[in-house]
């Protein structure tokens, strides 16, 4: 069964009556990102608002063009709007120089893209110790928590394991372990599923939906229906705009 959810008012009204505030660990506010100007203006997002809770496992879709990929590139403090505001984690990232974005972004959220992006000469733990070599950790514990991360995607037989002697389906699990090991609070992904066939495609969904927790949120765009309904909450865009924001009962 699948609800619209409550306004702002009545979110904040219940939380109030019923239970304490819970801060939102990503939030748009009446963003738009245009392109280009004057008569060659293109509107990307026009004023989306968009909150996204601890806890929550949202699908973004839409056909191409809607702006599901441009939403995608703002909330991980990829690229900044051309008006409205972005808040991570309570904190206003719109004004932040690329430097604090890229704190921001690299102390909050983790990516998983549709191709994999690793690195070939290294093995599946040197490619997950890449998100931790600018933390101030000594090797030997980049390494214990590189190798800690593959284990909790089902990789604890690939340690060693160079990109080419992996599956497309290994391949993406690796990337996940990256994006994991910096214990995210969000976790987006761009099509996690694009590159592979079915059978890999659902071992990352459901690596996906176990990985969704009550102090995590877990963000998807895809094109793929079956993949969008694996999430609790869907959000559909069409030209810029959110046209549709359904709560899955669980």
Do not use: W
Not at 145 to 168: F, N, T
Not at 170 to 175: L, N
Not at 184 to 193: F, G, N, R, S
Not at 210 to 235: G, I
């Amino acid at each position: 069964m699948l609800h619209e959810p409550d306004t702002d008012a009545d979110v904040s009204q219940q939380q109030s009556a019923n239970e304490p505030y819970v801060e939102p660990l990503l939030e748009l506010k009446e963003v738009s990102r245009v392109y280009g100007s004057g008569d060659a203006k293109v509107y990307a997002l026009r004023d989306v608002s968009l909150r996204i809770m601890p806890g929550d496992f949202v699908s973004i879709v839409g056909p191409s063009g809607s702006g599901k990929s441009t939403m995608l590139g703002l909330l991980g403090c990829l690229d900044i709007p051309t008006s409205g505001t972005i808040i991570v984690g309570g904190k206003t990232v719109t004004g932040l120089d690329d430097a604090d974005r890229t704190e921001v972004r690299g102390r909050t959220i983790g990516f998983v893209f549709q191709q994999f992006h690793l690195i070939p000469h290294l093995d599946a733990t040197g490619n997950v110790e890449t998100a931790l070599l600018y933390r101030g950790l000594s090797k030997a514990e980049r390494r214990r928590r590189a190798i800690e991360s593959l284990d909790k995607v089902g990789l604890g037989h690939r340690h060693e394991h160079r990109p080419v002697q992996m599956s497309g389906g290994e391949q993406q699990r690796v990337a996940l372990a990256r994006a994991l090991v910096t214990e995210p609070k969000i976790l987006l992904a761009d099509e996690p599923t694009g590159a592979l066939d079915s059978q890999n495609a659902e071992n990352v969904m459901e690596l996906l939906t176990n990985l969704q927790s009550p102090e995590r949120a877990v963000v998807l765009v895809t094109h793929a229906l079956e993949v969008a309904d694996a999430a609790f909450r869907k959000v559909s865009m069409r030209d810029g705009r959110i046209v549709s924001d359904m709560t899955r009962v669980r």
